[in-house]
């Protein structure tokens, strides 16, 4: 046994490192109460700690902590590097003495709770971020519980592992931020790729940069390896560009111009950091909540609607959607229940459409007002068909409201999908279909337009019995308007995630149109400072730690 005096030193120095550690840990909040009053029976036992030897999962948990950087969480958050080198300390040098690992104890439990609860809830209030999606009134999770249990079964990896999101494109995202994390280094992205000849390279154009692009494109897995470069620019180079548009959310035609090369210099560290991103937004994004949903990807341009049985996600639908224009009517982020659909339905012009779009056309063109099917509803509900100066003017002074009549002119298609909301935001067909062939859709007044209206029809209506597809289409020919109200409410979660996952493992990064990405990426830092800020010690707190 060492002598006395170094061992009062060495618990000594422990000591103070614990108060640090302590004093960074942030206050936690009362649901998180110490866990440390679950402590063992056995004299001189604590939950990480017996004789003051550090546990299996104390280092196990130390460890955990070092490597929150694999779920896009940061170490520092949680003193990592500190803790794992106190609990090493006390694991290979003398025991700790019991004050000394009665700090080390707490320190450690405040830090893997906080841990728990960033995993599973994530850093930021969602709404902080454009995100209406209040925390889940049947999720039950407590940190401090889920530790405990977790100890007393010493049940660690595994109690991590289910705080994590339970969505299948966490655990590949997950995989995804390793791999690219190795493609930081990867010296096939050390330099910019050559400037183009002429600003634009087309197929069969000459390029001095091909063997380098060949070399990031098989890096990426756009270009099988092994593929032989062609002294121009043809061939499999361009099938491996045409890959790597295809995923970045650019038109895929095989020219490469000033958009794809941008997206070719982007630097691996702006892809991991937009890995991360989509991570933390899956930890609040309600995706689990009920066996049947439709999720809305805006970046994506991506309606799916999915079931889940027995854990598993099972796409029944996938179509392209168009949503709300970046610049002034974004569709926003919430999740409400589906509870009735209308075919054939009128559309009620929003007055600030009228306002700004609908009126000045019609007095530009009367005969708009007509070939459009448009109509005056006045305050007692009756519908005017004449058009007049008046009528315009009692619109604009909201005492009539224009709305276009169902028919092959309807803003809204033949079909409308209502989730009732605050915004008035609904799913709803469109007459202008071919702009589904647009490889960037944020084109609307912030409604949802859908390409596949009768397969979503069919996913919504397949356990009310009836309504098979002739019935829909047939529905939503009539012309004449009629509301179905659904037997069960079905969630509709309008999401944000600008990188997903495909199926062969690779993964698509989409413009960040609303600037999101960037507001969370603010945030998080804003979090992270705001917790380096409370971990200061006071000067008499340094002063205790000195002393003691």
């Given at each position: 046994?060492?002598?006395?005096?170094?061992?009062?030193?060495?618990?000594?120095?422990?000591?103070?490192a614990?108060?640090?550690?302590?004093?960074?840990?942030?206050?936690?909040?009362?649901?998180?109460?110490?866990?440390?009053?679950?402590?063992?029976?056995?004299?001189?036992?604590?939950?990480?700690?017996?004789?003051?030897?550090?546990?299996?999962?104390?280092?196990?948990?130390?460890?955990?902590?070092?490597?929150?950087?694999?779920?896009?969480?940061?170490?520092?958050?949680?003193?990592?590097?500190?803790?794992?080198?106190?609990?090493?300390?006390?694991?290979?040098?003398?025991?700790?003495?019991?004050?000394?690992?009665?700090?080390?104890?707490?320190?450690?439990?405040?830090?893997?709770?906080?841990?728990?609860?960033?995993?599973?809830?994530?850093?930021v209030?969602?709404?902080q971020?454009?995100?209406?999606?209040?925390?889940?009134?049947?999720?039950?999770?407590?940190p401090?519980?889920?530790?405990?249990?977790?100890?007393?079964?010493?049940?660690?990896?595994?109690?991590?592992?289910?705080?994590?999101?339970?969505?299948?494109l966490?655990?590949?995202?997950?995989?995804?931020?390793?791999?690219?994390?190795?493609?930081?280094?990867?010296?096939?992205?050390?330099?910019?790729?050559?400037?183009?000849?002429?600003?634009?390279?087309?197929?069969?154009?000459?390029?001095?940069?091909?063997?380098?692009?060949?070399?990031?494109?098989?890096?990426?897995?756009?270009?099988?390896?092994?593929?032989r470069?062609?002294?121009?620019?043809?061939?499999?180079?361009?099938?491996?560009?045409?890959?790597?548009?295809?995923?970045?959310?650019l038109?895929?035609d095989?020219?490469?111009?000033?958009?794809?090369?941008?997206?070719?210099?982007?630097?691996?560290?702006?892809?991991?950091?937009?890995?991360?991103?989509t991570?933390?937004?899956?930890?609040?994004?309600?995706?689990?909540?009920?066996?049947?949903?439709?999720?809305?990807?805006?970046?994506e341009?991506?309606?799916r609607?999915?079931?889940?049985?027995?854990?598993?996600?099972?796409?029944?639908?996938?179509?392209?959607?168009?949503?709300?224009?970046?610049?002034?009517?974004?569709?926003?982020?919430?999740?409400?229940?589906?509870?009735?659909?209308?075919?054939?339905?009128?559309?009620?012009?929003?007055?600030?459409?009228?306002?700004?779009?609908?009126?000045?056309?019609?007095?530009?063109?009367?005969?708009?007002?007509?070939?459009?099917?448009?109509?005056?509803?006045?305050?007692?509900?009756?519908?005017?068909?004449?058009?007049?100066?008046?009528?315009?003017?009692?619109?604009?002074?909201?005492?009539?409201r224009?709305?276009?009549?169902?028919?092959?002119?309807?803003?809204?298609?033949?079909?409308?999908?209502?989730?009732p909301?605050?915004?008035?935001?609904?799913?709803?067909?469109?007459?202008?279909?071919q702009?589904?062939?647009?490889?960037?859709?944020?084109?609307?007044?912030?409604?949802?337009?859908?390409?596949?209206?009768?397969?979503?029809?069919r996913?919504?209506?397949?356990?009310?019995?009836?309504?098979?597809?002739?019935?829909?289409?047939?529905?939503?020919?009539?012309?004449?308007?009629?509301?179905?109200?659904?037997?069960?409410?079905?969630?509709?979660?309008?999401?944000?995630?600008?990188?997903?996952?495909?199926?062969?493992?690779?993964?698509?990064?989409?413009?960040?149109?609303?600037?999101?990405?960037?507001?969370?990426?603010?945030?998080?830092?804003?979090?992270?400072?705001?917790?380096?800020?409370?971990?200061?010690?006071?000067?008499?707190?340094?002063?205790?730690?000195?002393?003691?």
């Amino acid at each position: 046994m060492p002598p006395r005096a170094p061992r009062r030193a060495f618990a000594r120095r422990v000591l103070g490192a614990c108060l640090l550690a302590c004093a960074t840990a942030w206050a936690m909040p009362p649901a998180f109460a110490s866990a440390s009053d679950s402590a063992g029976s056995e004299a001189g036992a604590t939950p990480w700690f017996t004789q003051g030897r550090p546990s299996d999962a104390a280092l196990q948990a130390v460890d955990a902590l070092a490597g929150a950087a694999a779920d896009g969480l940061d170490a520092s958050d949680y003193d990592a590097e500190g803790l794992r080198r106190a609990v090493r300390e006390a694991r290979d040098g003398a025991p700790l003495a019991a004050d000394a690992a009665g700090a080390l104890d707490a320190s450690l439990t405040r830090a893997m709770q906080r841990y728990l609860s960033d995993l599973h809830d994530g850093r930021v209030d969602p709404r902080q971020v454009h995100a209406n999606f209040p925390h889940a009134a049947g999720d039950t999770f407590d940190p401090a519980v889920s530790l405990r249990e977790a100890l007393a079964h010493q049940r660690l990896p595994e109690a991590l592992h289910a705080a994590a999101p339970a969505f299948p494109l966490y655990p590949a995202l997950r995989r995804a931020l390793a791999h690219y994390r190795t493609l930081a280094g990867d010296p096939a992205f050390a330099a910019p790729l050559p400037a183009l000849p002429g600003g634009k390279l087309a197929p069969g154009q000459a390029y001095a940069g091909s063997a380098a692009l060949a070399r990031r494109l098989e890096a990426l897995g756009d270009l099988p390896a092994g593929t032989r470069v062609p002294a121009r620019y043809e061939g499999a180079l361009v099938n491996g560009v045409k890959a790597f548009q295809a995923r970045h959310g650019l038109d895929a035609d095989g020219v490469l111009g000033g958009g794809t090369l941008a997206q070719l210099n982007t630097p691996m560290a702006t892809r991991v950091r937009q890995i991360e991103l989509t991570m933390e937004r899956l930890r609040w994004t309600p995706l689990l909540d009920a066996p049947r949903m439709i999720v809305v990807n805006v970046p994506e341009f991506v309606l799916r609607a999915y079931e889940v049985h027995d854990g598993q996600v099972q796409v029944k639908v996938q179509m392209k959607v168009i949503v709300g224009k970046a610049l002034d009517t974004r569709t926003p982020l919430f999740k409400e229940d589906m509870r009735y659909i209308e075919f054939s339905p009128y559309w009620n012009v929003p007055r600030s459409i009228a306002r700004a779009e609908t009126i000045p056309r019609i007095r530009r063109d009367p005969a708009y007002f007509q070939r459009q099917g448009f109509e005056f509803v006045g305050g007692d509900g009756r519908a005017v068909t004449t058009l007049s100066d008046a009528n315009l003017d009692a619109v604009l002074n909201g005492q009539m409201r224009i709305r276009q009549r169902p028919g092959p002119q309807n803003a809204l298609g033949d079909i409308k999908f209502v989730f009732p909301n605050n915004d008035n935001i609904y799913l709803h067909h469109t007459p202008t279909v071919q702009l589904f062939q647009r490889g960037r859709r944020d084109l609307s007044h912030g409604c949802i337009r859908v390409e596949e209206p009768v397969a979503l029809a069919r996913f919504v209506l397949q356990d009310m019995a009836g309504w098979d597809e002739a019935r829909i289409r047939q529905a939503m020919t009539k012309g004449q308007s009629n509301t179905l109200r659904l037997q069960q409410p079905l969630p509709v979660v309008l999401a944000y995630g600008t990188a997903i996952v495909q199926e062969d493992g690779r993964v698509m990064f989409l413009p960040d149109i609303y600037g999101l990405d960037r507001l969370l990426d603010q945030a998080l830092r804003q979090h992270s400072t705001r917790r380096m800020a409370a971990g200061k010690l006071a000067p008499r707190q340094r002063s205790l730690a000195v002393r003691n």
